[in-house]
């Protein structure tokens, strides 16, 4: 309904769902004009005041009510029509504005004044007439529910099936090469924009350098790139991007960032994950070798189901090990639920945009995800042992020994022996134990019931144990002692899900989400709203190691017929090369989400995805030949006046380096960077500062070669509770859950790091020292190549000028040392907006 | 919103207004915003360029600022302000009593009498243990909340709880909250600061401060009573303040003209102005943090230069003028590391909380009597508690060791809008549970909250399709009865 009509809308209110029913039978009426008026004057300004704020005039649409537009009070809310046409005074609102609707009385603050119910009366008595230029009118479907599941819900955009768009035609103009530029030109001309101009090759190839490998150009690649009058100059570069090892770090940590990961369990001992970096270096080897996103998929959430040779797809399975774990419980089964959770809501988020997670202790709010569904979808996960099921972080749930098969056939016979062996003893020592906790006081006997076990065993065994009962334990003690000392095979492991639970416990929707109230049990399935049939879980063949269901959920949403999957990915990979999805709310595609801005082009490169097998490289081209990619950063007044927050992409947002990429490209800068790949994680030297703040100052870090500090960031170990000081700085992504966008701060304790801490003054140092090496003796060249190399392009006279006359301010007034003065001017290079921050 | 550059977060306004607003009135809020410059181009407003930009809260306020000691490791409530008169004569003796520690679920249990006496103290007469004879002169400024519970009675988990509302970790912690809610007055120093042990951090570190999945400007800054007061605070070459100006100034010109055509980009105006509010904050932590030019008579009062307690009373001294300085949050803790470093008395109550109290006894009292003839303490709240008590009965067969409680067990607050001179709620005649007036943490959380100028289940920022609140999806109410 057009709001520049003085006109209204009376009709028999129905609440009824469009589409499902026949429009309305309306009577266009002419009011007069005195009427409106008494409306403008003594009605509108009492609504705006009282009702506006909960009820269309802001983001609210309590009880899916619109007090803001006529259509909205005849068509009323969750509670039925507004108005009562044929007898006003019935009308519900005068109900609940004279607070005789007793379970509705509104506004819910303060009643309204006697003068003001009873104008209010005489407006409805009236047939309410509005203001057709007040009003303020919502979206058609805004008051009818999103939670449901019918036709109209799952014709939501995320969750309807894709159909690969047609490629507009932009008028006045040939059609764009490339068809991603179709469709933001498209939408610029809409609101007569037109897109930015070029990048100068200079940008253009920094800015691909930093998307592609997180690291700079040389200067001389820099060169080459503008000498290169060729078509495809700029493919070249992207193809040659691609094929280095470093692609893989700066992608991986993308997707690091989306699965949580970390090397430690979080809680009171913060224990570490054994052989977590294989799962980091199995992502960077994944995206080098351009994995398939659907391969990838099934990898990590059922590798251990595929069946395959290769050690790649049980490394994988670490995915669901990157989590918290509390090792000490107040609730284990609550915890349990925890671990489960957890697998859910990262599972959800990161390869659906689904937050089912919100479905944990009751229908979702937002989205149509029944509470059901929510656990339905857990009992995929259900044949995942805990962690451990002891205090210890290494167990036979999360460990898989991956040594090649030809090694492994040698000993296997022999440890499976040896560990029988010990696990006997286990038994009998236990047995002995026992019997001698009977005999002591009831306090031990329940501290060693509990959580002290150990702690009693130790101090008061000797105590009760009679000789026999001592003799008896020293034997198998001494014989165990014997067993774990023989030397043992060279073994790899894996962190991983290993000796799942092939036939698991039945799931059952909790109450409230409390696990110690089970209501009806569920079988595995898939969100209801996608209209996937229920799958049939094949039965587990003899021998198996798991329960067969993860493989089942994994296909299923590594499928192209999956409508979120793929959606998910295009949209990511839209969002690490501008800065921002197309759909913002990257982990959350449902209603509460973003909505995407430019729908027909993610849909679009959705299917170039699964068309192209999955290839994510092919897709990393594909968008940065485009034109759109290739824009300039710098503002038009004509785009910051119409679309400020380049919604639209008139222009490429400039962006400022991630965490990482400001810590390499110091290193890089300063010629020290290390690009050894993979392996173990290193240690930074943690300022004692830092330290200080752990429980443990002396066993929380430790401490690697120098050459070995100088690898990438990706390589650096990443503790739960005592966080890098640099990345944390720089806005790291939090580890305690799925991190779809970082942070972009800009705090002073930012330039406090890179003023002051010994990194980077070593750092300027380690760069002056170079400088003076490539350039002995002239200082004028000396400074010229230290901006230009930060920078990425040659130096102006200007600066150069600048950084000559402060080493000279330095030396002169300050007394400096010439290399002390050049090292101070290295630490500015370092700190300048330039080094940080990308056209 | 600025009409320029990149939103807040890479959000959209819409999601902005609702990180900020989304639990209450949106309209009511953006007029508020409004009011307060919120949305005017360039005004104070949470963005990329200052996270920490000063705001106000919902309503007018009772405290400014909040100083949380924080007795880490738990401490004993039966032995230091639950007087349990019956529980003395029970000592050593087993009874039935249901309790949930570290040692599992148990029915029964061997009593530990309590190992301290109670005196009278001020017009309320308020029973303190003798483990807090300087304390005890303060009760009538004090409200007592003797029936707080908690989650979980593990360390790893309660602390969590205590710190962020929660017993799962990634929750922003309380001091974030009150950072992300205010901003910060002084952008010369941290908004919110955290002191630690000279033995070590809390266990899970940095998780105790940790802004959780708000963006990293509204995490807690760990500073030091002594020394450099923060990290990188201080050139680690040591640098001349004429070297560093020199340094800033010419920095400043290149990074101008560098932004000459890219004038659109707030971030860069903001990064050039984050080195002038470094360059200002290196002036002031180190001034903040100059105990040296207090009066010896306050020194004195806080117990400086007396072995026992010159660390605490530092920090307290520090809290103090932190306050002076307008700094919102200040967490002060007692007890570091593991075990008997803390207040976690396992095995012997008497050498562990002998140890911890003495140490603090004088430099809270020091606190509180010093706010006060300040005319502070009416502004500033103060907190005391750790993340759970203790049991009345002992963990094991020998010993004075307490196991946790998180049944039952003692917090006081003092200042800052709290009633002086009263109890609130209790526990059974044992000291085992909560009996009267049962709270939960989150009720201690929402009368922070609340007495800031917030209401607890309105602040909220929206994460993860969720309106995230402090106090939780169940919601909790201030404690009303304590509120002056």
Same mark, same amino acid.
């Given at each position: ?839 | ?230 990290? &990188? ?7 001349? /303040?004429?070297? =560093? *100006?020199? $340094? #800033? @100034? ?110 603090? &006894? ?7 009597? /010093?706010?006060? =003839? *300040?005319? $502070? #303490? @009416? ?106």
């Amino acid at each position: 309904m057009s709001a520049l009509f003085n006109t209204t809308l009376i009709g028999i209110a129905l609440a009824a769902e469009i589409g499902a029913s026949q429009p309305l039978a309306a009577v266009v009426v002419r009011p007069d004009s005195a009427k409106v008026e008494f409306f403008t004057r003594q009605i509108f300004p009492l609504l705006k005041e009282n009702c506006f704020k909960c009820h269309g005039g802001g983001e609210k649409l309590k009880s899916n009510f619109r007090i803001t537009s006529r259509e909205g009070l005849v068509r009323g809310g969750d509670e039925g029509p507004a108005l009562n046409l044929v007898d006003p005074d019935q009308s519900r609102l005068l109900a609940m504005l004279s607070y005789k609707d007793r379970q509705h009385q509104m506004p819910p603050d303060k009643k309204l004044s006697p003068s003001q119910i009873d104008q209010l009366t005489q407006w409805v008595r009236m047939g309410a007439p509005y203001d057709g230029r007040l009003e303020i009118v919502g979206n058609p479907n805004e008051h009818l529910p999103t939670t449901t599941i019918n036709d109209r819900t799952k014709n939501y955009w995320a969750f309807k099936p894709i159909v690969r768009p047609v490629v507009p035609r932009v008028t006045g103009s040939t059609q764009p090469k490339n068809p991603i530029d179709a469709f933001i030109n498209h939408k610029l001309a809409g609101k007569n924009l037109v897109p930015n101009k070029s990048a100068t090759r200079q940008q253009l190839i920094r800015r691909a350098y930093f998307d592609l490998i997180g690291l700079p150009p040389t200067l001389e690649e820099v060169a080459a790139f503008e000498a290169d009058k060729s078509s495809n100059a700029f493919e070249k570069v992207i193809d040659q991007l691609l094929a280095r090892p470093q692609y893989g770090e700066k992608w991986g940590r993308h997707w690091l960032d989306l699965v949580r990961y970390a090397e430690s369990n979080g809680y009171e001992r913060d224990g570490d994950k054994p052989f977590v970096w294989r799962y980091r270096d199995y992502v960077v080897r994944a995206f080098n070798e351009d994995k398939p996103y659907d391969r990838f998929i099934l990898e990590q959430l059922a590798g251990d189901e595929l069946g395959a040779e290769s050690p790649d797809p049980i490394i994988a399975t670490g995915y669901y090990r990157l989590g918290l774990w509390d090792d000490e419980p107040a609730d284990p089964l609550l915890a349990r639920f925890d671990e489960l959770d957890d697998y859910v809501a990262t599972t959800s988020q990161v390869f659906l945009g689904l937050t089912m997670n919100c479905a944990r202790c009751h229908d979702h709010k937002i989205d149509p995800i029944p509470q059901a569904d929510y656990y339905r979808f857990l009992s995929f996960f259900a044949d995942i042992d805990r962690y451990s099921a002891s205090r210890g972080t290494r167990s036979r749930a999360n460990l898989t020994d991956i040594t090649p098969l030809v090694h492994r056939a040698t000993y296997q016979q022999e440890l499976d022996d040896r560990e029988a062996a010990i696990r006997q003893i286990a038994i009998d020592l236990r047995r002995i134990e026992d019997e001698v906790i009977k005999k002591m006081p009831a306090e031990d006997r329940d501290a060693a019931a509990a959580n002290d076990r150990e702690a009693v065993i130790k101090r008061r065994f000797n105590e009760f144990a009679s000789v026999e009962q001592r003799a008896a334990a020293d034997k198998l003690k001494q014989r165990r002692d014997e067993l774990l000392k023989k030397p043992e095979p060279p073994r790899d492991f894996a962190l991983s899900v290993n000796n799942c639970i092939v036939k698991p416990p039945s799931v059952h929707i909790l109450r409230r989400g409390n696990p110690h109230s089970p209501a009806a049990e569920v079988l595995p399935g898939f969100p209801a709203i996608i209209g996937t049939p229920d799958p049939v879980i094949p039965a587990a063949a003899p021998g198996a190691k798991t329960s067969g269901r993860r493989i089942v959920l994994a296909r299923w949403i590594a499928s192209k017929e999956n409508p979120l999957t793929s959606r998910n990915i295009a949209n990511r990979l839209w969002q690490f090369h501008f800065g921002r999805g197309i759909v913002r709310s990257a982990n959350n595609f449902g209603h509460i989400g973003d909505r995407p801005s430019h729908p027909e082009l993610l849909d679009w490169l959705a299917t170039e995805l699964t068309d192209g097998g999955w290839s994510l490289k092919r897709m990393h081209k594909l968008i940065m030949l485009s034109q759109t990619y290739q824009m300039s950063s710098s503002a038009s007044a004509a785009g910051i006046k119409t679309d400020p927050n380049n919604e639209l992409f008139w222009k490429y947002d400039m962006r400022r380096l991630s965490a990482e990429e400001v810590r390499d490209s110091i290193l890089n800068l300063t010629g020290q960077l290390n690009l050894k790949q993979g392996g173990p994680s290193i240690h930074t030297e943690m300022p004692k500062e830092v330290l200080a703040t752990s429980s443990q100052p002396h066993n929380a870090w430790g401490k690697s070669p120098i050459e070995e500090q100088r690898r990438r960031s990706i390589y650096i170990r990443v503790r739960r509770s005592l966080p890098e000081p640099l990345l944390k700085v720089f806005d790291f992504a939090d580890t305690d859950s799925s991190c779809d966008v970082r942070f972009v701060t800009t705090v002073p304790t930012q330039s406090l790091t890179l003023l002051n801490s010994k990194f980077l003054n070593d750092q300027a140092d380690a760069l002056a020292e170079k400088l003076v090496a490539d350039a002995p003796g002239n200082l004028r060249r000396q400074v010229q190549l230290a901006i230009a190399r930060a920078s990425n392009r040659p130096a102006s006279e200007d600066e150069i000028a600048d950084g000559l006359r402060m080493i000279g301010d330095l030396r002169g007034r300050l007394k400096l040392e010439e290399r002390a003065a050049l090292s101070r001017f290295c630490l500015l290079v370092l700190n300048l907006n330039e080094f940080i921050y990308l056209d | 919103m600025t009409s320029t550059g990149q939103n807040f977060c890479g959000r959209t306004r819409r999601d902005f207004l609702h990180t900020l607003g989304g639990g209450f009135t949106g309209l009511a809020l953006t007029a508020m915003l409004e009011e307060s410059g919120f949305f005017n181009a360039h005004a104070a407003e949470p963005s990329e360029a200052n996270p920490l930009s000063p705001r106000q809260p919902h309503r007018a306020a009772r405290a400014k600022n909040v100083i949380f000691l924080f007795m880490y490791g738990g401490p004993s409530h039966v032995d230091t302000f639950d007087h349990k008169p019956n529980l003395y004569p029970l000592d050593g003796k087993t009874i039935a009593v249901k309790t949930f520690g570290r040692g599992g679920h148990r029915n029964q249990g061997r009593i530990v009498g309590p190992k301290w006496q109670f005196k009278p103290y001020g017009q309320s007469g308020k029973l303190v243990s003798d483990l807090f004879p300087h304390l005890g002169t303060c009760a009538d400024d004090i409200t007592f909340i003797h029936s707080m519970t908690a989650d979980s009675p593990i360390h790893g988990s309660a602390m969590l709880m205590m710190n962020s509302g929660s017993v799962i970790s990634g929750k922003p912690s309380l001091g974030s909250w009150v950072n992300y809610g205010l901003g910060t007055v002084n952008q010369n120093l941290p908004g919110y600061v955290v002191m630690l042990d000279k033995t070590g951090g809390p266990i899970s570190g940095a998780k105790n401060w940790t802004c959780g999945y708000m963006p990293a400007a509204y995490q807690g800054t760990v500073i030091s009573a002594s020394g450099t007061p923060m990290l &990188d605070l201080k050139n680690s070459r040591g640098m001349a /303040d004429a070297e =560093q *100006r020199t $340094l #800033l @100034d010419y920095l400043r010109r290149y990074n101008e003209r560098h932004m000459g055509t890219r004038a659109d980009n707030t971030a860069l105006s903001g990064r050039i102005a984050s080195y002038e509010l470094a360059y200002k904050m290196q002036m002031s932590a180190p001034e903040a943090v100059d105990l040296e030019s207090e009066p010896e008579h306050v020194k004195s009062l806080y117990g400086l230069g007396k072995p026992r307690t010159d660390d605490f009373g530092r920090k307290c001294l520090l809290a103090r003028r932190l306050v002076e300085r307008g700094v919102r949050f200040i967490q002060v803790y007692s007890g570091g590391a593991h075990n008997d470093d803390n207040w976690d008395a396992h095995s012997d109550i008497v050498k562990n909380h002998t140890h911890h109290a003495g140490n603090t &006894d004088q430099p809270i009292a020091g606190l509180l009597k /010093d706010l006060k =003839q *300040r005319g $502070l #303490l @009416d502004s500033t709240l103060v907190i005391w508690g750790g993340e759970f008590g203790r049991q009345p009965t002992a963990e094991y067969a020998q010993g004075t060791g307490r196991d946790h409680n998180a049944y039952g067990f003692t917090m006081w607050m003092a200042g800052g809008g709290i009633k002086g001179g009263t109890s609130f709620g209790q526990t059974d005649e044992l000291g085992g549970t909560a009996v009267e007036g049962k709270l939960h943490v989150r009720n201690l959380h929402a009368t922070v909250l609340h007495l800031l100028g917030f209401d607890p289940n309105k602040l909220a920022y929206f994460y993860g399709g969720l309106d995230q609140k402090l106090v939780g999806v169940e919601g909790a109410e201030p404690i009303q009865q304590i509120l002056a």
